[in-house]
């Protein structure tokens, strides 16, 4: 791990050489692929052919590839055969996206990012004894595709089944109980597996892992985390805002040498790692086979596709992520905004996705799936609205909702039947969705809030919005403008 910190170091005071040696090595791979073929791969030479002959796509614009890919195809959009697809939340078409997992991207990302979010918490606190015990890890499920020659799920649940055996030695649950997909039954199992280990260092979504703890407890018969696992001193963390939750961990373990560190590790590949304590945000791994382009988000908000290089970033400007990978996405828009904390070296905070979205709870809610359902809902109850927007809601400790305020233009005759007929839409639209609202455990009902008395119309009338152009925000990971519309009520 010590000679990892000097690579690290490396490509940080070389950035931009090591992001050139990644592209040329990407694009040596894709002349191999029918991606390739179809986009004159043999013709690239440099950046600017490379912007030339491949156009920025989304997942909608690759999704026949990927389909291709996920029928056992070989060679399409990377050498070879691909064995893992990782499920995400959906897209406009589909209720899941699924993002394919090169043995490349798997073990030269996914793989060596954690190695690496380890080393540079041993760099930084030389004196743990997090090797000492064992890491307790949160997962999802996996399943077989239709074709049985490949593997589909979230995944953290294909990281784990994917572990090298070595690493099973120094984990729990075991691996049988890790990819279980009835989570009230997997929670328990884990709990009764963990509660006498020696926990030293934990991973996984907040939101479960919460669940997980107060469980401990509960057997256990402990008042703390602390007490249950005294020498408990990390949790690795991402995919969604700490904050929220952050008061909980430490009420649940109040100890003095706890340490919290996010990773950025998306589907589509591991991006950034805290290697500060505290954070000055995550840095950019830039040898993990993943080349990176910015779009400025006051370009793209206006169409404008003209991305910027590494080399040219600004500090505190929000961009747009354009990812080519060693798992084969070839100028991926992957819909994330971050902004640059620092520029030597070259670090990163997640400050918004380029779709509206709501992803409190790790459920990536987005605008397409509200409008459609909502549609949908109003289709079955002979019912319309004038507007609607969706804020987060904390119902207890652990859990929450979301509060729907909708202004009917002709109300249902039970809004009761109308909110249940909307979730059920909702979760046929988004998996995440759906997992986190199994048996209420995350996410609970949602509830409506009625608007009747021009709330929206003040709300766009204070903010300087009123306009053809200018319209209620239909998402929000915050409650500023749902406070705002109950005190108006």
């Given at each position: 791990?010590?000679?990892?910190i000097?690579?690290?170091?490396?490509?940080?005071?070389?950035?931009?050489?090591?992001?050139?040696?990644?592209l040329?090595?990407?694009?040596?791979?894709?002349?191999?692929?029918?991606?390739?073929?179809?986009?004159?791969?043999?013709?690239?030479?440099?950046?600017?052919?490379?912007?030339?002959?491949?156009?920025?796509?989304?997942?909608?614009?690759?999704?026949?590839?990927?389909?291709?890919?996920?029928?056992?195809?070989?060679?399409?959009?990377?050498?070879g055969?691909?064995?893992?697809?990782a499920?995400?939340s959906?897209?406009?078409?589909?209720?899941?996206?699924?993002?394919?997992?090169?043995?490349?991207?798997?073990?030269?990302?996914h793989?060596?990012?954690?190695?690496?979010m380890?080393?540079?918490?041993g760099?930084?606190f030389?004196?743990s004894?997090?090797?000492?015990?064992?890491?307790?890890?949160?997962?999802?499920s996996?399943?077989?595709?239709q074709?049985?020659?490949?593997?589909?799920?979230?995944?953290?649940?294909?990281?784990?089944?994917?572990?090298?055996?070595?690493?099973?030695?120094?984990?729990?649950?075991?691996?049988?109980?890790?990819?279980?997909?009835?989570?009230e039954?997997?929670?328990?199992?884990?709990?009764?597996?963990?509660?006498?280990?020696?926990?030293?260092?934990?991973?996984?979504?907040?939101?479960?892992?919460?669940?997980?703890?107060k469980?401990?407890?509960?057997?256990?018969?402990?008042?703390?985390?602390?007490?249950?696992?005294p020498?408990?001193?990390?949790?690795m963390?991402?995919?969604?805002?700490?904050?929220?939750?952050?008061?909980?961990?430490?009420?649940?373990?109040?100890?003095?040498?706890m340490?919290?560190?996010?990773?950025?590790?998306?589907?589509?590949?591991?991006?950034?790692?805290?290697?500060?304590?505290?954070?000055?945000?995550?840095?950019?791994?830039?040898?993990?086979?993943?080349?990176?382009?910015f779009?400025?988000?006051?370009?793209?908000?206006?169409?404008?596709?003209?991305?910027?290089k590494?080399?040219?970033?600004?500090?505190?400007?929000?961009?747009?992520?354009?990812?080519s990978?060693?798992?084969?996405?070839?100028?991926?828009?992957?819909?994330?905004?971050?902004?640059?904390?620092?520029?030597?070296?070259?670090?990163?905070?997640?400050?918004?996705?380029?779709?509206?979205?709501?992803?409190?709870?790790?459920?990536?809610l987005?605008?397409?799936?509200?409008d459609?359902?909502?549609?949908?809902?109003?289709?079955?109850?002979?019912c319309?609205?004038?507007?609607?927007?969706?804020?987060?809601?904390?119902?207890?400790?652990?859990?929450?909702?979301?509060?729907?305020?909708?202004?009917?233009?002709?109300?249902?005759?039970?809004?009761?039947?109308?909110?249940?007929?909307l979730?059920?839409?909702?979760?046929?639209?988004?998996?995440?969705?759906?997992?986190?609202?199994?048996?209420?455990?995350?996410?609970?009902?949602?509830?409506l809030?009625?608007?009747?008395?021009?709330?929206?119309?003040?709300?766009?009338s204070?903010?300087?919005?009123?306009?053809?152009?200018?319209?209620?925000?239909?998402?929000?990971?915050?409650?500023d403008?749902?406070?705002?519309?109950?005190?108006?009520?």
């Amino acid at each position: 791990m010590k000679k990892r910190i000097r690579k690290i170091n490396k490509f940080k005071d070389s950035p931009i050489e090591t992001q050139n040696k990644v592209l040329n090595y990407l694009i040596s791979k894709g002349k191999e692929t029918i991606f390739g073929n179809e986009h004159n791969f043999n013709q690239i030479s440099d950046y600017d052919s490379f912007k030339k002959e491949i156009p920025i796509r989304t997942y909608e614009e690759i999704a026949h590839y990927v389909d291709r890919v996920r029928n056992g195809e070989e060679n399409i959009l990377w050498p070879g055969k691909i064995k893992w697809f990782a499920k995400s939340s959906g897209t406009t078409n589909n209720k899941s996206k699924y993002i394919p997992i090169s043995k490349e991207s798997l073990n030269d990302g996914h793989f060596k990012g954690g190695k690496d979010m380890l080393s540079l918490y041993g760099n930084n606190f030389p004196n743990s004894s997090i090797y000492n015990g064992k890491g307790l890890m949160l997962g999802g499920s996996i399943t077989e595709t239709q074709s049985g020659k490949a593997k589909e799920g979230d995944l953290s649940a294909i990281l784990l089944d994917e572990f090298p055996f070595w690493v099973n030695y120094h984990r729990i649950p075991d691996i049988e109980t890790a990819l279980m997909s009835e989570w009230e039954e997997k929670l328990e199992r884990i709990a009764q597996q963990a509660v006498n280990e020696n926990i030293t260092n934990l991973t996984g979504v907040p939101s479960w892992m919460l669940i997980l703890l107060k469980e401990i407890i509960k057997i256990s018969g402990k008042k703390s985390i602390s007490e249950v696992w005294p020498n408990l001193e990390l949790y690795m963390h991402g995919g969604v805002n700490f904050e929220p939750y952050r008061s909980q961990f430490e009420e649940l373990i109040p100890s003095k040498k706890m340490s919290y560190l996010e990773a950025y590790n998306a589907s589509e590949g591991l991006m950034g790692l805290q290697d500060k304590s505290p954070s000055e945000g995550m840095l950019l791994m830039l040898d993990y086979g993943i080349f990176y382009e910015f779009i400025p988000m006051e370009k793209f908000s206006i169409g404008i596709m003209e991305p910027t290089k590494l080399n040219d970033v600004e500090i505190n400007k929000k961009y747009t992520i354009v990812i080519s990978t060693n798992g084969g996405l070839w100028r991926y828009l992957i819909g994330d905004i971050i902004e640059f904390t620092t520029l030597h070296p070259f670090r990163i905070k997640i400050s918004g996705r380029t779709k509206n979205c709501i992803n409190t709870f790790g459920e990536e809610l987005m605008v397409h799936n509200t409008d459609t359902a909502i549609l949908n809902a109003c289709n079955q109850h002979n019912c319309s609205i004038r507007d609607y927007t969706v804020a987060p809601i904390y119902i207890s400790e652990n859990s929450g909702g979301h509060q729907w305020y909708i202004e009917f233009e002709k109300t249902p005759k039970n809004t009761d039947k109308f909110m249940q007929d909307l979730d059920e839409n909702l979760q046929n639209l988004n998996s995440d969705y759906q997992a986190k609202r199994t048996k209420n455990l995350i996410l609970k009902l949602p509830e409506l809030v009625e608007i009747k008395n021009n709330e929206f119309y003040k709300w766009l009338s204070e903010n300087n919005r009123l306009g053809g152009q200018f319209k209620v925000p239909r998402l929000s990971e915050n409650r500023d403008i749902a406070d705002y519309l109950l005190e108006l009520q």
